[in-house]
């Protein structure tokens, strides 16, 4: 079965950096294009960051320049490295992958919190 299972979440102040990984198994991870979403206190959850299963990234404008989206497909991992922290980053951070067999798969989420 297809699992995900995100780390790397804490506080951090402004400014700061965090880095999240999402270790993936039940399928086969290198094929499939892996993404990073976010909720926040009140908020529906948006999209952050996309990486597809050739390398090709996507961010959300709110994020571009500051995040980076990487893969180790040995690990069948997937990374977001968060620099330049705001507090409007302040989310819980889920790991996504749409299945073949036509079903959305998300990990439980770890919270990052941006405050000083």
């Known amino acids: 079965q297809v699992q995900l299972v995100e780390s790397g979440g804490g506080l951090v102040q402004p400014g700061g950096s965090l880095k999240l990984s999402c270790a993936a198994s039940?399928?086969?991870?290198?094929?499939?294009?892996m993404s990073w979403y976010r909720q926040a206190p009140g908020k529906e959850r948006e999209r952050v960051a996309s990486i597809g299963s050739r390398d090709s990234t996507n961010y959300a404008d709110s994020v571009k320049g500051r995040f980076t989206i990487s893969r180790d497909n040995d690990k069948n991992t997937v990374y977001l490295q968060m620099n330049s922290l705001k507090p409007e980053d302040t989310a819980v951070y889920y790991c996504?992958?749409?299945?073949?067999?036509?079903?959305?798969?998300w990990g439980k989420g770890t919270l990052v919190t941006v405050s000083s």
């Open positions: 039940g399928f086969a991870f290198s094929t499939y294009a």
């Open positions: 996504h992958v749409y299945h073949s067999d036509g079903l959305d798969y």
